[in-house]
């Protein structure tokens, strides 16, 4: 089955010259936008992280870091995945105070990924943490938090409809919150992708909430590493994508694990020896902040917003042969 998928009569609508100037539009407003809602600043994020610190973020457990020696500096770099570890710390060493956080523009190289329309081997996000109080570790302030994220996204759209007449795309701004047990309990008979668009159908803008843990029919709905999100407190921002037809995932995001949810899950996913390591042994000593974050895909979004079918469009990776050649037969340009 071909992992290209290229709807009937799909026309991107700006030109390449138009196009490269509302991706730069997007990257500037929402940023002002998230960082207004959510008291954030901006620093410098690193590319790559030593291997040996247990701060890259493992995501599924089975994809592979791209890995260098550096032998001037004795160490063993890995590229990192995200930078899901990375920002607590950085709350930590960069004394943010209550109530603020911090944003970074995060690029990645996930080797293993499996590319197409939606995914590339190049990540590039938004990748954001905010310090809070142990009081705030609630779903209330979790749906909360959402809110002022697609806020800021429906703003951003708005925006760039005003500078670009020829986009049409309008996302909801009321959000529809369900567990990822509730869509399993509604859709037994369906894929996790295939139940997230069918409830993205009914409702074009959703947060799936608590990804990570078992689900009552012995699967889980998606993978999420232990030792960043606490499973019962994270989910992910989910539109309807009109240009697809079907849901399409705009944000990872969740309340940090405590030490008591870190044991738990560590636990659970059968890795309890990183409880050795740096980053975990501070987290159990209660040396780091409470707190919540995520990633807002950067590509993601640009998609969304300009109506893209290709993620190719908007952001520059490497394709296999058939993606390029399927692209250029249908007068699709991958930049």
Same mark, same amino acid.
């Given at each position: 089955?071909?992992?290209?998928?290229?709807?009937?009569?799909?026309?991107?609508?700006l030109t390449?010259?138009?196009?490269?100037?509302?991706?730069?539009?997007?990257?500037?407003?929402?940023?002002?936008?998230?960082?207004? /809602?959510?008291? %954030?600043? !901006?620093?410098?994020?690193? +590319?790559?992280?030593d291997?040996? @610190?247990?701060? #890259?973020?493992?995501?599924?457990?089975v994809?592979?870091?791209v890995?260098?020696d550096?032998?001037d500096?004795?160490?063993?770099g890995?590229?990192?995945?995200?930078?899901?570890?990375?920002? /607590?710390l950085? %709350?930590k !060493?960069?004394?943010f105070? +209550?109530?603020?956080g911090?944003? @970074?523009?995060? #690029?990645?190289?996930?080797?293993?990924?499996?590319?197409?329309?939606?995914?590339?081997?190049?990540?590039?996000?938004?990748d954001?943490?905010?310090?809070?109080?142990?009081?705030?570790?609630?779903?209330?302030? %979790?749906?909360?938090?959402?809110?002022?994220?697609?806020?800021?996204?429906c703003?951003?759209?708005?925006?760039?409809?005003?500078?670009?007449?020829?986009?049409?795309f309008?996302p909801e701004?009321?959000?529809?919150?369900?567990?990822?047990q509730?869509?399993?309990?509604?859709w037994?008979?369906?894929?996790?992708?295939?139940?997230?668009?069918?409830?993205?159908?009914?409702?074009?803008?959703?947060f799936l909430?608590?990804?990570?843990?078992?689900l009552?029919?012995?699967a889980?709905?998606?993978?999420?590493?232990?030792?960043?999100d606490?499973?019962?407190?994270?989910?992910?921002?989910?539109m309807?994508n009109?240009?697809?037809?079907r849901a399409?995932?705009?944000?990872?995001?969740?309340?940090?694990?405590?030490?008591?949810?870190?044991?738990?899950?560590?636990?659970?996913?059968?890795?309890?020896?990183?409880?050795?390591?740096?980053?975990h042994q501070?987290?159990l000593?209660?040396?780091?902040p409470?707190?919540?974050?995520?990633?807002?895909?950067?590509?993601?979004?640009?998609?969304?917003?300009?109506?893209?079918?290709h993620?190719?469009?908007?952001?520059?990776?490497?394709?296999?042969?058939?993606?390029?050649?399927?692209?250029?037969?249908?007068g699709?340009?991958?930049?």
């Amino acid at each position: 089955m071909s992992k290209l998928t290229i709807p009937s009569g799909y026309r991107m609508p700006l030109t390449n010259n138009e196009l490269q100037r509302a991706i730069e539009l997007i990257h500037a407003d929402f940023q002002h936008n998230l960082t207004v /809602r959510l008291n %954030l600043h !901006r620093v410098s994020a690193p +590319l790559f992280v030593d291997g040996r @610190t247990g701060l #890259n973020d493992d995501l599924n457990g089975v994809e592979r870091p791209v890995s260098f020696d550096i032998p001037d500096v004795g160490a063993q770099g890995q590229v990192v995945h995200s930078l899901a570890k990375w920002k /607590r710390l950085a %709350l930590k !060493r960069y004394e943010f105070k +209550l109530g603020t956080g911090l944003y @970074t523009d995060m #690029n990645a190289i996930r080797r293993d990924e499996t590319v197409d329309n939606l995914h590339s081997i190049y990540v590039d996000q938004w990748d954001w943490e905010k310090h809070i109080d142990v009081r705030n570790r609630t779903v209330q302030y %979790l749906k909360d938090t959402v809110q002022d994220i697609v806020g800021a996204i429906c703003d951003t759209a708005s925006a760039l409809r005003n500078h670009f007449p020829a986009l049409s795309f309008r996302p909801e701004r009321d959000v529809f919150f369900i567990t990822t047990q509730e869509l399993e309990d509604r859709w037994p008979e369906l894929s996790p992708a295939e139940r997230e668009t069918e409830i993205c159908r009914e409702h074009p803008t959703v947060f799936l909430m608590q990804i990570g843990g078992v689900l009552h029919s012995g699967a889980r709905h998606d993978g999420r590493a232990p030792d960043y999100d606490d499973w019962t407190l994270n989910g992910d921002i989910l539109m309807w994508n009109p240009v697809l037809e079907r849901a399409f995932e705009v944000s990872s995001m969740g309340v940090r694990v405590d030490a008591a949810a870190l044991k738990r899950q560590l636990k659970a996913a059968g890795c309890e020896e990183r409880r050795e390591l740096p980053f975990h042994q501070m987290l159990l000593k209660g040396e780091l902040p409470q707190s919540i974050g995520g990633g807002i895909g950067m590509s993601r979004l640009c998609m969304l917003l300009l109506g893209a079918c290709h993620i190719g469009e908007v952001q520059a990776s490497l394709w296999d042969e058939e993606t390029v050649k399927g692209c250029e037969a249908a007068g699709i340009t991958l930049l």
